[in-house]
């Protein structure tokens, strides 16, 4: 993918039904590196400053890149190792912000709220939405996404405005919402199982899943306005120059992705739902690049862009190779 070389950057993602983490960078000779590490339901990923944060499916990592600046390591020039592992427990981690003290703040979904770590317990709920009555693990609106600003929880996505177990599952086509955090108020209903909100160069971005769209909110008057259709169940948005970088995945058979509109767009088009990455300009609304990921993998749930680092490796816990990867600090 030329266009990463370029821009200077590589990309991570997610794939929870694969439990992998794909770190894909441009080697030396312009070609494409794809590098992988096994993370059970790895799903939420955050990225800061040479810091990479990934959910899995009862614990949160903390991986810091070893290397310094400059630094090559069998032709990488980051080497991400897993330092910190903290079990929340399977709290089904969403998005993840890398607060400014280097502490996360999570959606924890099957709890209906926001979350941080806990010193001594699972985790540590921070914010819930008004109609959430208590903290149970019952996946009560499907609270999935999260956007910041001034390294703070400013709006958040659900599927649907339930307070019973499961209840959100019964919203999917139009029921889904997006939240203030400040006021508890709702600033756009009748979205479509909406995820991965992000504020970027002044406007609150947004995937709409059960439409396959990608857009913007007008918070003055809530309403969406589309920039592109997407072939697939989007999730994971992150930005770079004038660029979007959308995860897509294959719509699984079963009942949370059936009876959507997406599914009537694409035999509409005539088109199958690919699992992809898709790169969007901005600017014109159009495709420019993608990475199309056949084979076993089919569902990916987030993506980060890492600016700075060209052709990235991580560690994971089935080879030697961590156990021999020490590093002192100076």
Known sequence: MPWLSSQNASLAFTTYQAGKL????????GSMSVF??????????????????????????????????????????????????????????????????????????????????????????????????????????????????????????CVGKSNISEGWRNHRRGGGLLLDVESGEVVTEGLSMPHSPRLYNERLWMLQAG??????????TGKFEPVCFLPGFARGLSFIGDYAVIGLSKPRENKTFSGLPLNERLAQECAEAKCAVYIVNLKTGDVEHMLEISGY????????????????????????????????ES
């Not at 899995?56 to 990488?76: C, H, I, K, T, V």
């Not at 439409?211 to 003055?220: A, L």
């Open 22 to 29: 794909f770190l894909v960078g441009t080697k030396p000779d």
């Open 211 to 220: 439409t396959g769209e990608f857009g913007h909110i007008d918070i003055s």
């Open 297 to 328: 993998v089919e569902e990916l749930y987030d993506v980060a862009v890492l600016p700075g680092v060209k052709r990235p490796k991580a560690l994971g816990f089935k080879t030697d190779e961590i156990r021999f990867s020490a590093r002192p």
């Open 36 to 157: 992988e590490r096994t993370f059970n339901r790895s799903m939420g990923l955050g990225a800061k400053d040479g810091q990479l944060w990934l959910s899995s499916l009862y614990q949160l990592w903390r991986f810091e890149d070893f290397l310094d600046p400059g630094e090559d390591a069998d032709g990488y020039d980051a080497l991400y190792v897993p330092v910190t592992g903290h079990t929340t427990g399977d709290i089904d981690i969403h998005d993840v912000h890398v607060r400014a003290d280097n502490t996360p703040i999570f959606v924890a979904t099957r709890f209906n709220c926001l979350a941080t770590l806990s010193d001594k317990f699972s985790f540590k709920p921070v914010w819930q939405p008004p109609f959430i009555d208590r903290i149970a693990a019952e996946d009560r609106c499907h609270l999935n996404g999260m956007a910041t600003e001034d390294d703070k929880p400013r709006y958040v996505t």
